[in-house]
């Protein structure tokens, strides 16, 4: 266990040297009840209310604010809820997004499902699998997903530009709008000019359109008898959005093998099989530690992903921060080649953890501790549809980044746990790690 913590430490190191420079609070669950300074969040739960003076910034699992903000908002994690007001501007990303408060400044939003209500006095950007807008809007509106739907309660001063598979527009849009998707229907209120390319067109009755209606698509929109448009335009473009109209998808797929040839199929190979020898070496060392790693992934699947995305995208901007200081004493000067000698090996194991913790996700149903044989296998398996998938160009690798954000997300989460549940890491969820900070 003391060589896993070790290992965790070293891993860790530049993580930890980073967030004593900017995070106010580093735990497993924590509610702040306002604030007169800014907010650095890194860790599980996060929880904010009453009025705060300064800016936010979090990483997170789950967030809820509700609370008077007179600065800026960052929040990277799950399921997020902002409600309130925010004087500044809001960037959120996580899974579930729900947004109901009155924000000065843009409001940039990106989820699974993301929600917005309230009112934002600039741009409005919102990307998701499922889009939701019922917002006064005071500067542009951009959307995009799988679904968008602008609800008959929202108002757009300035332009629109939304791409989806599937758009509903309900509200009234002041400015231009510039509409793509599959099924794209217009049943709300245009001040300007609409241009729309989708696969199919419906304006339905209540919509009132001021300006041009242009749609390039492969069939004629559908105008129901009673919407008012100034002028339309309709111009033939076959539209690939959702494939609908294709007659035949032929795909003739080899994989790289063909070109780059057995070198590379042999250097992947070597890597995923390196991989698992590292993470069984780590399950043999450490069996506690690893699953508690694995816990922390069943616990936040979402959340593990982000944070190693975010920890992996600052990982060379800390490095070189550390760098700097370390060069400021002769002691850290030496330290410093083997800062950098760790940074890849770090990186290697997370994607070792990532594998251990997708493998537990999938062979471990019961939720309880895995045990030496079932682990190993598992890890073997999924290591080998990794390799697998590197027969398609991109989604190998791609898979690759992926277990690599997972296992480095669901690291920081293990270690985070540990320290806020004050016991020992297992493979089952600590109980009862509820921290309270309080400022202001």
Not at 98 to 121: C, F, K, P, R, Y
Not at 135 to 151: N, P, T, Y
Not at 188 to 209: K, M, N
Not at 253 to 282: D, K, Q, T
Request: proline content about 3%.
């Amino acid at each position: 266990m003391n060589m896993f913590k070790r290992i965790m430490a070293a891993g860790l190191a530049f993580l930890a040297m980073s967030a004593a420079g900017y995070a106010q609070v580093i735990g497993g669950e924590v509610t702040i009840n306002g604030s007169s300074d800014d907010i650095h969040f890194l860790g599980g739960e996060l929880n904010i209310r009453g009025e705060v003076d300064g800016d936010i910034f979090a990483v997170s699992g789950d967030g809820q604010i509700d609370a008077t903000i007179h600065g800026d908002v960052e929040f990277f994690g799950g399921d997020i809820d902002l409600n309130g007001i925010v004087d500044g501007s809001v960037e959120i990303a996580g899974g579930d997004v729900n947004i109901a408060a009155m924000v000065g400044g843009d409001l940039n939003a990106a989820g699974g499902d993301v929600s917005i209500e309230g009112e934002t006095g600039g741009e409005l950007n919102a990307a998701g699998g499922s889009v939701h807008i019922a917002a006064i809007v005071g500067g542009d509106l951009r959307a995009a997903g799988g679904e968008v739907v602008i609800e008959a309660s929202t108002v757009v001063s300035g332009e629109s530009r939304v791409a989806a598979g599937s758009v509903e527009i309900l509200g009234t849009l002041n400015g231009d709008a510039d509409i793509e998707g599959g099924h794209v229907v217009l049943n709300g209120a245009f001040g300007g000019d609409v241009e729309v390319t989708a696969e199919e067109v419906t304006v339905l009755s209540s919509a009132r359109i001021v300006g041009l209606l242009t749609v390039r698509s492969p069939v004629e929109p559908d105008i129901a008898e009673g919407a008012s448009i100034g002028a339309v335009d309709y111009e033939y473009e076959m539209f690939n959005f959702g494939a609908k109209h294709w007659d035949d998808i032929d795909i003739d797929f080899e994989g790289p093998w063909g070109v780059i040839g057995a070198p590379f199929r042999f250097m992947g190979g070597i890597f995923s099989g390196s991989a698992f020898l590292l993470g069984l070496l780590a399950v043999l060392v450490a069996p506690r530690g690893v699953s508690g790693v694995a816990a922390a992934f069943r616990r936040r699947p979402l959340s593990s992903g982000v944070i190693g995305f975010i920890s992996l995208a600052m990982s060379p901007i800390v490095f070189v921060m550390v760098t700097i200081l370390l060069a400021l004493t002769i002691v850290g000067a030496l330290l410093i080649p083997l800062l950098w000698l760790l940074y890849f090996p770090i990186l290697f194991l997370a994607f070792a953890f990532g594998g251990i913790a997708v493998g537990d996700m999938i062979f471990n149903r019961k939720d309880g501790g895995l045990g030496l044989g079932m682990r190993a296998l598992s890890l073997l398996l999924v290591m080998a549809a990794v390799f697998a998938l590197g027969v398609i160009p991109g989604l190998g690798a791609t898979v690759g980044m992926l277990l690599l954000c997972i296992g480095l997300g669901a690291w920081i989460l293990a270690l985070g746990h540990n320290r806020g549940g004050n016991g020992p890491v297992t493979g089952e969820p600590a109980t009862n790690h509820h921290n309270t900070a309080s400022e202001g």
